[in-house]
């Protein structure tokens, strides 16, 4: 029998991207990448890893930061290759610069304006 | 001064993942592409207009469908290289197969469960 994990398109690269939502907000928190062995771990673990295609290596969501993102329901798509990823996002900051969401800059009148707040200084995220 | 469209990181393939959610439900219907003709195309109708990798053109959106996504707003990510479009789903149905949203399979106990159901039959859709 073919194993779910098998079941997911993956791209030349092995990976796939992945919609990140609030399960109680409904904000779309990230996009990021997974390879098969972030998506095992995700689904073992029910905390989100990813694959960080900068630094080339498993990303453990929070592992830094604490804000961990704990997995409420995965999801594939029809044929478009991505995966969506329901979570509950402790701190409610998924964003590096301390906010809610990654996608905080809105298109106004031709220009990215920044319309989200800053939850948490990210120099009191990051101490380490 | 730097147009908009040139402060988005596209690939090297001119592309950028693009997530779209429905404004009002906050389902994530899809996630899809563009390229920087896409996007212009996208912003100046008002209708999500996507770049087709598998057919290798542009593909506006509810072409044949009539399944149009009449954008309310475009956002872009700090820097995981994403568009979020949050849209108002003409018909209510943005995948192929009639469904709501093309995230409708989700992982339980191992395997991939279809658990949204089809709105609308696609033969009654696409008639051409």
Known sequence: MKE???????D???????????????????????????LKKTVE???????????????????????????????????ADAILLRVEQVGGIACHTGRESCFFRKLENGRWVTVDPVLKDPSLIYTK
């Not at 779910?4 to 993956?10: F, G, H, I």
């Not at 592992?63 to 044929?79: N, W």
């Open 4 to 10: 779910w994990l098998d079941e997911v398109p993956w």
């Open 45 to 79: 673990a029910g905390e989100a890893v990813y694959w960080s295609r900068s630094r080339g290596k498993l990303w453990r969501k929070g592992e830094e930061s604490g804000h961990v993102q704990k997995v409420r329901e995965v999801r594939l798509d029809c044929d």
């Open 12 to 38: 030349a690269q092995g990976l796939i991207p992945v919609v990140t939502q609030d399960f109680a907000s409904g904000r779309v928190l990230t996009l990021a990448w997974m390879n098969r062995e972030a």
